[in-house]
C-alpha cells in the first residue's frame, strides 16, 4: 500500500507543512520516499494526531487510536496501489 500526505507534520517535514509518501511492503517493512508516484483504487483520509490520541476519518470509516510517544498532526492523506 502506498500513502501520500500533505499538511502538518513536523516528523517527515522539516519546515512543518508539506508532502511526504511512505510506502508499505508485503513483508510488513515501510519507507518514505519524495518520488511521485501515480496510485490506483485509491481512497482518502484525513488524520489528526493530538498528543497520543490520533483520529482518522476515511472514506470507509472514522477510528481512534492511541500512540506511545506524543505528536501533532494534521494530514489529508490519499492511498491506494501504484499504478
Given at each position: 500500500m502506498i500513502y501520500i500526505e500533505y499538511g502538518l507534520d513536523f516528523d517527515n517535514n522539516k519546515y512543518g507543512f508539506g508532502r511526504s509518501v511512505?510506502?508499505?511492503?508485503?513483508?510488513?517493512?515501510?519507507?518514505?520516499?519524495?518520488?511521485?508516484?501515480?496510485?490506483k483504487n485509491k481512497s482518502y483520509y484525513i488524520r489528526i494526531w493530538i498528543l497520543k490520541t490520533v483520529i482518522i476519518i476515511s472514506s470507509s470509516d472514522i477510528r481512534l487510536t492511541h500512540k506511545n510517544r506524543y505528536n501533532f498532526k494534521v494530514i489529508f492523506g490519499i492511498c491506494g496501489e501504484r499504478k
Open positions: 511512505e510506502i508499505e511492503n508485503s513483508d510488513g517493512s515501510e519507507y518514505r520516499t519524495k518520488d511521485k508516484i501515480k496510485l
